[in-house]
């Protein structure tokens, strides 16, 4: 019985997954998802309370793999901060291909109390993989020692929400190609903010 359960579950989870990257989250219907399935409703509502718990249930599996192949990235002591940076924003912009366009904006724009909880939980999350990655950076000095890592932290947490912004305002987003493009350009802004430069000699002026 429990392999039944569990298999009915991953039936519909597949389905949801599949539906949801081609077509987002709005467009899709549980009739639709029992349909793609093969389930009853009633099979449905067995495993899931509605589609954002569906919705949810597949953005946490997801989230497990992306967190411990970011942990894996900032832990490689061999890698330097800005390869390690490169590799997390690469790993962003795949999961955004794995999930659809679409998905990805309904999840930015989904604004239910159980949403809500689980955005807060990953935020959590990803800042304090970052914490880990700055404190790192700064003893070895690949980025700026006059910025607070608590302040980087801050402006981290920003560039989510400038995200989540853009996603949610049609006429801004048409500036960008999609998902991916955002998340490229605002990696490339905040990043060229904190790595550490070397300083530049002055010229020395000749006297006449």
Do not use: W
Not at 20 to 49: D, L, M, Q
């Amino acid at each position: 019985m429990a392999d039944k359960n569990r298999s009915g579950r991953e039936t519909i989870i597949k389905a949801g997954r599949e539906l949801f990257r081609k077509h987002g989250v709005k467009r899709i219907s549980i009739g639709e998802i029992c349909k793609t399935a093969s389930i009853s409703r009633v099979t449905f509502y067995k495993h899931f309370n509605d589609k954002d718990d569906l919705l949810l249930c597949i953005a946490k599996i997801f989230s497990q793999k992306f967190f411990a192949k970011m942990t894996g990235i900032i832990s490689d002591k061999h890698l330097p901060f800005e390869e390690k940076a490169a590799r997390v924003n690469a790993l962003k912009s795949a999961g955004i291909k794995e999930l659809g366009e679409e998905f990805v904006k309904d999840i930015a724009g989904n604004k239910t109390p159980l949403a809500a909880k689980y955005s807060r939980q990953m935020r959590i999350k990803r800042l304090q993989l970052a914490k880990r990655l700055f404190v790192t950076a700064r003893r070895n000095g690949e980025i700026r020692s006059d910025l607070p890592v608590e302040f980087m932290l801050y402006m981290l947490n920003k560039v989510n929400d400038i995200y989540c912004e853009i996603q949610g305002d049609k006429t801004l987003r048409k500036s960008f190609s999609g998902s991916m493009d955002i998340v490229k350009k605002l990696f490339l802004i905040y990043c060229r903010g904190i790595i550490s430069r070397p300083k530049k000699k002055g010229r020395k002026t000749r006297r006449r």
